[in-house]
């Protein structure tokens, strides 16, 4: 389906603006619900999310002293902007991507990792100290998940010889699942998008019982909101990229929709599985795990690519 | 015009209040009997996630103030601090009946004995310790005070 | 019985230095010691006899009292009456403890940390509940009391009645 | 243990509102680059003053009051009261009494072992066992609530015997709970000593040797996992523990994981207790008379509870209001050991040894107190935690 849409609609309404926030609450919904499930618990009503974001909208908002007053409040809109223009080049509920170009999987990958930045930030701009080890923990957990994740999703990019988001999305409908192909780097591509979003058990920047709320805890009302807007929203961006990369695109949002949610059941299954890693055994698994996968996994490509035409008139003939 | 969207967003905002009251919990000199009867309002078999309550770590991001134990005088003024961090419009659950008269410990030389002499409490939990199902319904009267 | 021999050893093992022993219960044996042989006592019970561990130190306050002629009930003496600091050992079912007694005017024995390190606990919370000043101890900062608790004031001391009787806390309510 | 001001002395406040204690402390690290040089607690935010409420009750006032000393061992406090009162009053409990009295213990350490292991599950960030050992956690409370009407202090004790019976109904439903225990516990032993994650943050961590244990007085689960043979239950049996002989559970390791594994043990003990009280309950009446003025006298009790020994020293002077009632709970001692045993120990494993002793400060609100250095930086425990981690990186 490749209808376009007028610049406006993509951008306020249809797969932009309202409706990638909405669906980035209902994301969250599920999230909290399936969590919830998997702990045999009830867990939340749908329209919970929502009842937050309005609530905490409705707060008062308190700026703590010697915080730097612009910065305070403009982080957490840049962090908000940053994700939400992230979703352009991304081929959000199996329609084309708005608009794309040659190179969109970088700069979208930088789009997203710019929340992170935001949130360090914001945790170094106050004095509490909670919120300043939260700044150093989520910039160290940055660091360290960043390399591999980009790597991970260049395993497909290589393979398709495009580094457009649009193009790589039609090139993966075609062939074999990339999963099937380059199981690594779908592994290392899920648990990077999980470190990304600081999601259990890589929730070491905000351990609820270690340091209060982690870079956030002076946050309270819009900032909070709009903090918690763009994690969300992030969520639903990146579980798009991984399915289009990895679960072979999607042409229509029927084929979007079960693949997201497939890979939202994973995360979500993930999530309650394991004990929060430190922080250090989280780094450690990543610098020595993480990064010599994905490594290993590129070698072989692009001795795949490069040597099969040389390769193939000999065996094939 | 005007008022008819002012009552609109008056409306929208007690739902929101209504519908995801955060929660921080203070124990402020209990015998934990009654911490321990909140904790289990966490867990599976009560979950007061359903009703949208979560327990929050900082006192920014929370509406409701669980407060146990009846304020010794150690912890009287980081219970007056905590209160006066969290955002407005903030309310105060007194959960046990320590927190309402000192219960068992009255006329201890350490204890102030009733938090309603320390910070305005808006809802009374009595009980010693009172079931998880009563700090629910404690919680629960309260949201419905905000809906009037 | 083991008990009895439990009993027989730190008999045994603190009688050079102990006024009188008792035995109030069948598991236990109390020993009167003088105040300056607290070190030797502890030292020759863990150290030499491995008797057990310490399990705790009590203080008691025991004011004398005279009986008023007018209403008959009993009133305290002012100053009158003396301090007793009991520690207590426990090996298996046997209890030892060691009991020295403190005149009112000069409450003051020596600590025993320097043994025992974990034992500064007991010692701290004596010392401030009681006003029993332990010779040598590592940390005297104030235990379990609040920071606005009066200096000087033993509230485990019979003469204590009540912080409001001294003075009235400050004020309560805010907004 | 004079430890000198040394300048780049970091003292971590944590506390006393921190989301990961359920009760309100504040902790002082002092640390001499990674290694802990000092360890202190300034607790007292729960001291009620209660020994000196004592002295203003009557015994029968008081057995009510030291039910509240701690909401998750009220029990063994009563218990402990009751027994203390009735040696000195020279009276004897019924043996249906005492059996039950043991059966209650055993309930109230099965409940209180299971909350320690959801609690130090969530400080490991852990929240399924969380939710799950507490889930399970509930089958205990509503036994304890069948036999006596309430879930947290039960108050069964009166001054002489018990006040509630057990009947047949009760007792088929206490063996249906103990057999869905039992499988429970099962699984929870295989994932404490066979999940990696949570092995990571306990395997010979806050490893306390057996000599360290033994002179520092480590009593309970916590001395018991570096193999002290203390259990008062085993060493010097009461109520009714003569007639159910109780085996001693210990480990050799001493550290973190050690301490798990000799708790969920116990619980196995308990399933077993439960099962052979509830067959041998023997008959008789519930309670023996108690005087109201208890003669003059001196006596001390000691208990089992679920963290260590329970010392109590009672003195009565004749009336019907004790002279004295000292109070020593097994935390003060367990935190004895491990706040001097933290010494050398690593930064970074500062949070789960907390944990791992279960530390109940209501019980013990008489800790040492803080050392006040001018030269101090205030460093919150997180920041404290993470200067250890970039000092390993």
């Known amino acids: 389906m490749n209808i376009t849409f007028p610049i406006y609609v993509a951008l306020l309404f249809f797969p932009g603006g309202l409706f990638l926030m909405a669906s980035g609450l209902f994301t969250e919904y599920i999230d909290r619900k399936l969590v919830a499930r998997f702990q045999n618990r009830v867990g939340p009503r749908w329209f919970q999310p929502l009842a937050d974001f309005v609530k905490l909208l409705a707060k008062e908002e308190i700026i703590p002293t010697g915080v730097n007053k612009a910065l305070f409040v403009l982080l957490p809109i840049i962090a908000l902007t940053a994700a939400l223009t992230a979703a352009l080049y991304v081929p959000l509920f199996g329609f084309k991507p708005v608009y794309s170009f040659s190179g969109d999987l970088v700069v979208t990958l930088y789009l997203l990792s710019m929340m992170t930045l935001c949130i360090g930030l914001a945790g170094a701009n106050t004095e509490d100290r909670f919120s300043l080890v939260g700044a150093t923990r989520a910039l160290t957990q940055l660091f360290s998940y960043e390399a591999p994740f980009l790597l991970a999703l260049l395993g497909p990019a290589i393979v398709l010889g495009t580094w457009n988001i649009g193009e790589i999305n039609a090139g993966a409908t075609s062939g074999t699942w990339f999963i099937v192909l380059q199981p690594i780097g779908f592994i290392v591509a899920l648990i990077g998008l999980m470190g990304k979003l600081e999601l259990p058990p890589f929730d070491a920047p905000e351990a609820e019982t270690e340091i209060v709320a982690g870079a956030l805890t002076e946050y309270s009302g819009r900032g909070f909101a709009l903090f918690k807007l763009g994690r969300d929203v992030e969520l639903v961006i990146g579980l798009t990229l991984i399915a289009s990369f990895y679960l072979g695109g999607f042409t229509n949002p029927l084929d979007f929709l079960w693949k997201t949610l497939l890979l939202l059941f994973v995360t979500a299954a993930l999530q309650s599985l394991f004990a929060r890693l430190r922080i250090d055994q989280t780094v450690g698994l990543w610098w020595r795990s993480g990064m010599i996968l994905v490594l290993l996994q590129l070698v072989v490509i692009i001795l795949g690519t490069y040597l099969a035409p040389l390769v193939r008139p000999l065996l094939g003939g | 015009m005007s008022n008819i969207a002012t009552t609109v967003m008056d409306k929208l905002k007690t739902w929101a209040r209504v519908n995801s009251p955060w929660a921080i919990h203070f124990n402020s000199g209990s015998c934990n009997g009654c911490d321990i009867e909140i904790l289990a309002t966490l867990t599976p078999r009560y979950d007061v996630e359903r009703f949208g309550i979560k327990l929050q770590g900082s006192p920014r991001h929370a509406d409701v103030l669980i407060c146990t134990g009846p304020v010794t005088l150690q912890a009287r003024d980081r219970l007056v601090r905590i209160y006066e961090q969290m955002p407005e419009p903030k309310f105060v659950v007194a959960v046990g009946s320590c927190g309402i008269s000192g219960g068992v410990f009255q006329g201890c030389y350490n204890v102030v004995g009733d938090i309603s002499e320390v910070i305005p409490v808006n809802v009374y939990v009595p009980g010693c310790p009172p079931r998880p199902e009563a700090i629910i319904h404690g919680v629960v009267e309260l949201l419905k005070s905000l809906q009037k | ?175 | ?393």
């Open chain 4, 1 to 393: 243990m004079t430890s000198p001001v040394s300048p780049e002395k970091f003292i971590v406040p944590i506390g006393p509102q921190h989301p990961a204690l359920k009760e309100p402390g504040h902790f002082e690290f002092t640390v001499d680059g990674e290694i802990v040089t000092n360890a202190s607690a300034r607790l007292g935010f729960v001291h009620r003053g209660m020994e000196k409420g004592t002295e203003s009750r009557t015994w029968v006032q008081g057995l009510y009051l030291m039910e509240r000393v701690c909401g998750i061992c009220s029990h063994v406090h009563a218990m402990a009261f009751a027994l203390g009162v009735e040696k000195l009053a020279g009276v004897q409990a019924p043996p249906r009494a005492q059996a039950i009295r043991v059966l209650i213990g055993e309930l109230e350490r099965i409940h209180s072992h299971l909350l320690w292991l959801g609690v130090a599950a969530h400080e490991g960030g852990f929240d399924t066992l969380f939710m799950f050992s507490w889930r399970d956690r509930e089958t205990v409370m509503e036994l304890l609530e069948t036999i006596s009407g309430n879930r947290v202090n039960y108050s069964a004790n009166v001054l002489g015997g018990v006040k509630i019976d057990i009947d047949d109904k009760q007792k088929d439903a206490l063996l249906k709970g103990m057999d869905f225990l039992e499988e429970r516990t099962r699984h929870y032993l295989k994932v404490v000593t066979e999940d990696e994650t949570f092995l990571g943050r306990t395997r010979n961590v806050g490893k306390m040797t057996y000599e360290e244990a033994d002179t520092l007085g480590a009593i309970g689960p916590t001395g018991r996992a570096s193999g002290i043979q203390r259990d008062v239950r085993v060493n010097s049996p009461y109520a009714g523990y003569p007639d159910f002989p109780v085996k001693l559970v210990t480990a050799t390791a001493g550290d973190l994981e050690a301490r798990f594994v000799v708790r969920i043990e116990e619980l196995f003990e308990s399933y077993r207790l439960v099962r052979e009280i509830v067959e041998k309950l023997p008959p008789g009446d519930l309670a023996a008379r108690v005087p109201r003025r208890i003669p003059e006298g001196e006596t001390i009790s000691r208990v089992e509870a679920p963290r260590g020994e329970l010392f109590y020293f009672m003195k009565s002077n004749g009336s019907d209001m004790p002279e004295r009632i000292k109070v020593r709970t097994p935390s003060l001692c367990n935190w004895a050991s491990v706040l001097v045993t933290a010494v050398g120990h690593k930064l970074a494993d500062m949070p789960m040894i907390l944990a791992g002793i279960d530390p109940c400060f209501s019980c013990n609100d008489r800790i040492v107190t803080v050392t006040d250095h001018a030269s101090s930086n205030q460093m919150s425990w997180e920041s404290l935690r993470q200067y250890g981690i970039e000092y390993y990186k």
């Open chain 3, 1 to 175: 019985m083991v008990i009895d021999d439990d009993l027989k050893l730190a008999e045994s093992l603190l009688e050079k230095i102990t006024i009188s022993s008792t035995r109030p219960e069948e598991n236990r044996v109390d020993f009167i010691i003088h105040a300056s042989d607290i070190k030797k006592a502890t030292l020759k019970l863990l150290r030499e006899g491995h008797w057990g561990y310490l399990s705790a130190i009590t203080t008691l306050d025991c004011p004398e009292y005279m009986v008023d002629e007018t209403t008959k009930e009993k009133k305290l003496v002012p100053e009158k009456g003396h301090l007793e600091v009991l520690y207590h050992f426990c090996r298996d079912a046997a209890v030892a403890t060691l009991r020295v007694s403190l005149p009112y005017e000069d409450p003051t024995i020596d600590t025993i940390c320097d043994i025992l390190s974990s034992a500064t606990l007991y010692e701290r919370e004596a010392a401030e509940l009681m006003g029993i000043t332990f010779r040598g101890t590592p940390n005297t900062d104030r235990l379990i009391l609040a920071e606005s608790w009066p200096e000087g004031v033993y509230p485990l001391r019979k003469a204590f009645t009540g912080l409001k009787d001294l003075q009235t806390p400050e004020e309560g309510v805010c907004s």
